[in-house]
């Protein structure tokens, strides 16, 4: 079974700067998805970014930005330019792509506190 | 769309008492998922569905959790009795093989048992 590691309970930065977020991941797989998912205040759980396995490319989506290193096994979050509403719980995400039905494999949870 | 519902919002019930949460899922998503999330424990997957169908439900605590999905378009879970220690937020998701089952989650259901 694969696993989920962040190992960052809580990462603070201040306004502007940037915060990256670690992930670690174990699986045998050669073919997954990883995510980031925010959770604010609000409870509301929401897709940050994505990225397949198979590309090269490190996904990029605004002022988030992955660090993908499949041989490691390492799949990192980058927040620039922080900003207050950037403060949230983030969860990093394995789905198998043999999974036929989308099942997720979440990570305890990295708590970004961002001051003023 | 109006993105994955759930209601109650809140729920406050007395150990002992039946609780029912219920979901509503994306339209044309045919992949539901329900979550438990506490301090202690974190986000646990209880109970999924694939086209109505209960696919893996190992993640249920007790018998006392039962889920059911009787269409495409809404889904139930089921505390009865309730107890203290269920207390907790309840997240429902749906996904589609056609998004590359990208998760959508609702808004939660805060469960409280006193």
């Known amino acids: 079974a694969q696993t989920v590691t962040q190992s960052q309970p809580e990462m603070s930065v201040q306004e502007a700067e940037t915060v990256t977020l670690s992930c670690t991941y174990d699986?045998?797989?050669?073919?997954?998805?990883l995510f980031w998912y925010k959770q604010p205040p609000s409870r509301q759980m929401i897709l940050v970014i994505r990225?397949?396995?198979?590309?090269?490319q490190n996904a990029t989506e605004n002022r988030f930005s992955v660090n993908f290193q499949k041989a490691a096994k390492s799949f990192s979050l980058k927040i620039s330019d922080s900003q207050l509403g950037d403060a949230a719980m983030y969860f990093c995400?394995?789905?198998?792509?043999?999974?036929?039905?989308?099942?997720?494999?979440f990570g305890a949870g990295t708590q970004v506190v961002v001051t003023p | 769309d109006a993105g994955v519902i759930q209601s109650p919002r809140h729920e406050v019930t007395e150990m002992g008492q039946e609780v029912t949460l219920r979901c509503k899922p994306i339209s044309g998503h045919n992949s539901l998922f329900w979550y438990r999330q506490t301090m202690m424990r974190g986000l646990e997957l209880l109970i999924y569905f694939n086209n109505n169908v209960p696919i893996d439900d190992s993640g249920m605590p007790e018998d006392r959790f039962s889920a059911k999905m009787p269409n495409a378009s809404f889904s139930t879970l089921k505390i009865q009795p309730s107890e203290p220690r269920d207390s907790a937020v309840y997240f429902c998701?749906?996904?589609?093989?056609?998004?590359?089952?990208?998760?959508?989650f609702g808004p939660g259901t805060r469960l409280t048992v006193t």
């Open positions: 998701a749906s996904s589609s093989r056609a998004l590359s089952y990208e998760q959508y």
């Open positions: 990225q397949e396995a198979y590309k090269q």
């Open positions: 699986t045998s797989e050669s073919d997954y998805y």
């Open positions: 995400a394995y789905r198998s792509e043999g999974d036929s039905w989308g099942k997720l494999q």
